[in-house]
């Protein structure tokens, strides 16, 4: 990919810690190349202690028009924003920051509309049914509300909430039951029985020798495995879901699922319905070699 940067780029920034491997700046810089758009993503390697002095820094650059955020920032710039969309608000935390024209600073979050669309890439139902979150974090909060809101059509899913820490996963089950009136709850164990959905957002599977964050041999023979993690892929969970016949699947498909969502909070609507439409060169982009297959084949691991 060759960028061209001028004077009138408008430039995206994206601050994490570490950022060595994010894959947005791939992705956002293999759209704005394929549709012609003067922009450019840039990684930030922002230390914790400095985030807030360089988000209010960035912004002195009028062509500095949004960031994405990666960890551990995302909950950080809640309380610099002059607006927040109502996920972001639950969830304590956004991914997504925006210059308006009139110079204010708004937040979103699309960590959970990247799950739905997700799930609904590969055909998991969630709507009406009993999902098990594993995690109490943010992510575990955005995914909360996602399952919560993301089944209008058929009824909302029925989640539970797992974390080691028993007061945090109650936490995030009362947040979610006070903005949304939902079906949620927490548990004491991470047992998979009855559970039709078990979403990994806990980093378990990042370092080799992690213990697997549920008893797949538990789990329901129609049960589906979804692991929010990038890194490692697949995980010894999904592989473990896979090797039972369940229909397991990684947290890639997140990332392209929210790609539109972006490029509409930041203006681009064509392409972002050109992105909804085909974004498997994007999938090309992400997916390790191992699985590239998956592109073409998405539905192979359905369970009977």
Avoid: W
């Avoid at 378990?204 to 964050?213: K, R, S, V």
Wanted: net charge negative; proline share 6%; hydrophobic share 45%.
């Amino acid at each position: 990919m060759t960028l061209s940067i001028s004077g009138s780029t408008q430039v995206y920034l994206i601050p994490g810690d570490p950022v060595r491997n994010v894959r947005l700046p791939r992705m956002f810089n293999a759209v704005f190349e394929r549709f012609e758009i003067d922009a450019v993503l840039l990684p930030m390697q922002v230390p914790r202690r400095d985030f807030a002095v360089f988000f209010s820094s960035a912004f002195l650059a009028r062509n500095v028009r949004g960031m994405l955020l990666a960890p551990p920032h995302k909950a950080l710039v809640i309380d610099l924003l002059d607006g927040c969309g109502l996920i972001g608000r639950v969830a304590g935390s956004v991914n997504v920051v925006r210059r308006t024209d009139d110079n204010r600073l708004e937040g979103d979050l699309f960590d959970g509309e990247g799950l739905i669309g997700a799930l609904d890439h590969y055909r998991i139902p969630f709507r009406g049914k009993r999902v098990l979150v594993l995690g109490a974090g943010v992510s575990a909060a955005a995914v909360g509300v996602a399952l919560v809101e993301g089944g209008e059509v058929n009824g909302a899913a029925h989640v539970a909430f797992f974390d080691t820490s028993a007061g945090k996963a109650a936490g995030v089950a009362a947040k979610l039951d006070a903005f949304f009136d939902a079906d949620v709850s927490a548990v004491d164990s991470n047992a998979p029985e009855g559970y039709d959905l078990v979403v990994n957002a806990t980093p378990l599977g990042l370092n080799e020798g992690d213990a697997l964050p549920v008893d797949v041999a538990r789990m329901e023979r129609h049960a589906a495995v979804f692991d929010i993690l990038l890194r490692g892929q697949p995980t010894p969970l999904v592989q473990a879901a896979r090797a039972r016949g369940l229909n397991a699947q990684a947290g890639f498909e997140m990332l392209i699922q929210q790609m539109p969502h972006y490029l509409r909070y930041f203006g681009h609507e064509q392409v972002a319905r050109a992105l909804s439409k085909d974004a498997d060169f994007l999938r090309e982009h992400i997916y390790p070699p191992a699985m590239q297959a998956e592109i073409r084949q998405p539905l192979r691991y359905h369970a009977p």
